[in-house]
Every structure is written in C-alpha cells, then in structure tokens.
DNA sequence: GGTCGCATGTAAACTGTTACATGATTTT
DNA sequence: AAAATCATGTAACAGTTTACATGCGACC
C-alpha cells in the first residue's frame, strides 16, 4: 500500500469553505489548525498545481490588495467529492511520536532533579497553552463564524482544552513521583 | 538551523540500558516505546552504521540464538555523552499532526451523524487502548525492572493512560454536542 | 530609505516509509 | 515440509523541512 498524500485532502478542506490563495490557506492554517495540522509553503504551491491539474480546483488571476497579482483556487464538484470520499473514510492511526516522552524515557542517565525541572517547564508551557485556548474558545462562541462550521471548530478546540489539562495533571503526578524517590 | 536526527538518541538511549542488536533494537522498542517512538529497520541499520563510524557506539559480532551471526552494539562513553546531553538539552515542541481532527475540522462537507458515529469509534478505540495501558501498568509495578529505571517507564505509561482518559471525555462531550445540532 | 506584509515560487537536503532480498534455525 | 522467528540489509520513492530568490505596494 502507498502512501497517500494528506496535504491535498487538507488543501480541498480549506478551499471548501472559501476560495483561497496559496499564501492565504497558509494564513488560515496558522490559525484554524495552527493545533493539529501545518503544512509548508513548498509544499502548498505545486500541490495546488497538481490539484489543478486533475481538475480538482480550479484557478484564476486576480489583483491582489497589495502587490501585484494572485492566484486564487476554488474548490470544483469533483475535489468536493474526493474531499467528501476521504472524510468518511476510516483515518487509520498515525505514528505518534513524542521527544520529551522519549528522553524522559531515559531520564536515569541524567540527575532526578533535571529531569523534575524539565517536567515543570513542560508544565509551564502547557498551563500557558491551556490559557491560550480558553480564550480562543470565548472567540469562537460569539463570533461571526457560519453557524454550521461552528460546533466543528469548537470540538478541535475542545480536544486541545481536554489533552492540554491531562498534561497538566500528568506533570503534577509525575513530580510528586520523581520527587518521593 | 539544521534538522537533527532523533533516531541516533533513540538508538543510543536503548543501547544506554543494555547492548543490542538491530533486530533487538526494534523489538525493545515495539514493547516498550511503542506509544510514543518507532523506527523502522530501514532506519536502524545504517543508524547504527554511522554510530559506529563517530565512535559513538562499537560492535562486535556474535553468534546468534537462532540463525548465523548478529551484530552487537554497545554504547562507548563518548556515546554516553552525548546521549546526555541530548537528555538535558531543551526539547521543543514538535509539529504535531492529527488526521482525525483535520477531519472532524471540516465535518460541515458530511452528515453529522457520520461525524458522530467516527467519534464513537474513535472512543471504542481509545477505550481499549486504556485497558491495555492500565494493563502494562500493573506489570511494571510488580516485575523485574530494574528500580532505577522503574519510575520512567511508568512516567511514560501513564502519560498515555492520563491522555487517553483525556481523549474518551472529550469525545462523550462531543457526541452530546453535536446531537444537539 | 527601510521595513513589513502580500504573494509566488524553487533548490537542496534529509527523513520516513514501503517493499523487497536473502538465509539460517527452530517449531509445528 | 511449511511456517515462524532470528537476523541483516538495500532500493526506491514520497514527504518534510530549511533556505533562498524575487518583486510589489504601503507605511513610518
């Protein structure tokens, strides 16, 4: 079984809920999946050619606000059905993987007490990414977001709240853990 | 800034607990590190190859329990080193992926009970992940692991219990909020 | 005049992943 | 005799990531 390629599924995904450039589905990436899914400049401009090319969007010129033109892409019938085909489909899990697990999986090579501090930076981080969230969850409840997009974009947000207050807890745990040796 | 490698630290790191095999290697890892690092053995071997070339790791060969001969790694102190201080060294965050969210992030292409039915597979799934976990858990805290190395393997462990409980709640509360679209 | 944001892209290097090849020994 | 496990590896490609090149218009 090959691979498939993910950044065009993600690419049809923001080019259903608007006509976008390339410049700008990065834009929109940074803040809408900014959590769980980027993807690369040299990435999103020959996918979106290669797109074009088997006709799942389509693209004209435009003069863009600042500079000089743009190419904006459009999503066709047939990229919403392969979108459409792809999001029933069953994801199959992707390989996680997690550094800071990985090296505190060895942590009896270095001092305990490196190792609790690193879990409290972690914990710092964390703390300060949950606070980050809740705030972009109070936006999302009130704003101008096309009521049917809505309860979608609050879930990915809610998946952030609920990881991010596991870590947190997780950390907590695992100092008084370290700590009692 | 380059890209670093992280298979070399995982290797060294598992040839910090005892010396190894290729094949051990990936074995080792697919029991214990599983969750949250794998390497394929495409990987491994020329890895270790280049270890071996930085003085980092030495090898010798062996007979093998089964079949002909086997390389041994084992880790020199120059090695130790450097895993070192890779342990101590700040990791950051990596780019984290997540299909299953991009998904559900354009659930307004698809029915909702569609949507609701991927969710409760996706709790069937980290339901029985958890069982599994909560399995490992009770066997490290009983078995014949080595103290020193004890109290990391459960950190690791319950990472993965603290975050899928995680995932199981955020998913209850979704089924109830997208039911009541 | 310099920096910032808009906008499009390429080159090069590296990593990750699948698939395949080979052969010995032990178990069924 | 076949299947499973031990064991080592290569080839080929697809995907990821960094770095760089270019140019316009707006703003300070």
Known sequence: MPRINKTQFALLGCLSIR???????????????????MEYEA?????????????LVKSHEETAEKGGVRNLY??????????????IKKTDKMAYRNEFLLKLFFGD?????????????YQD??????THFQQ????????????KRQPFILATIKYGIHLTKAEI????????LLREK
Not at 20 to 36: D, G, L, R
Not at 43 to 55: A, N, R
Not at 109 to 121: A, C
Not at 169 to 176: D, P, V, Y
Request: hydrophobic share 40%.
């Open 125 to 130: 981080e964390a703390t300060a990414q949950l």
């Open 19 to 37: 006509p976008m450039s390339a410049y700008e589905v990065k834009k929109f990436m940074s803040v809408s999946t900014h959590y769980f899914w």
């Open 109 to 121: 090579q270095i001092d305990i007490d490196t190792s609790i501090h690193k879990i409290k930076e």
């Open 136 to 147: 972009i969850e109070k936006e999302v409840s009130i704003n101008k977001i096309p009521k």
């Open 43 to 55: 990435q999103l401009y020959p996918t979106l050619k290669k797109l074009e090319k088997s006709h």
């Open 74 to 87: 459009e999503i066709t019938d047939k990229g919403l059905d392969v979108l459409r085909e792809w999001l």
């Open 169 to 176: 807890a997780w950390c907590a745990e695992m100092m008084l």
